[in-house]
């Protein structure tokens, strides 16, 4: 697995793994989380993670007055190789390297497996609003 920074002509594979990740939870009424993934490589920090040149995973994390990841899709596929491990590591780090000491993300109560998979990563709760469940994680 190589994880490295996306580029502009890794919008559309990217979104290909964001629908795919996203698809067991369109009944949830989810926001169109696929949208905009050309700009978001060029405005936020976007890593991709490939294996044998295929994209099969992304991130995108604000690093803008705090620390947030705003969207994290592993194509269902290759699930349990740790992509989502790695790829949470890498915005770990460039958000401690960037001077912050705490990230934070959002999710939705109905993912509940995703919940278990960040708090198996030390994340922890710090609220609930309607749908959404806020998780944040120290960077030490």
Request: proline content about 3%; overall charge neutral.
């Amino acid at each position: 697995m190589k994880i490295r920074r996306a580029s502009d002509a890794d919008a559309e594979a990217l979104t290909h793994v964001i629908l795919a990740a996203y698809a067991p939870f369109r009944d949830l009424g989810l926001p169109p989380v696929e949208k905009g993934m050309a700009e978001d490589i060029i405005r936020h920090y976007v890593w991709v993670a490939e294996i044998q040149s295929i994209i099969r995973g992304g991130i995108v994390v604000r690093l803008d007055g705090q620390a947030h990841i705003a969207n994290l899709a592993v194509d269902p596929a290759v699930s349990g190789l740790g992509i989502g491990r790695a790829l949470i590591d890498t915005a770990c780090g460039a958000a401690k390297a960037d001077g912050f000491d705490e990230i934070e993300l959002a999710t939705h109560r109905g993912m509940t497996g995703t919940q278990v998979f960040y708090r198996k990563l030390g994340w922890e709760l710090t609220g609930r609003e309607g749908d959404r469940v806020y998780l944040s994680r120290k960077l030490i």
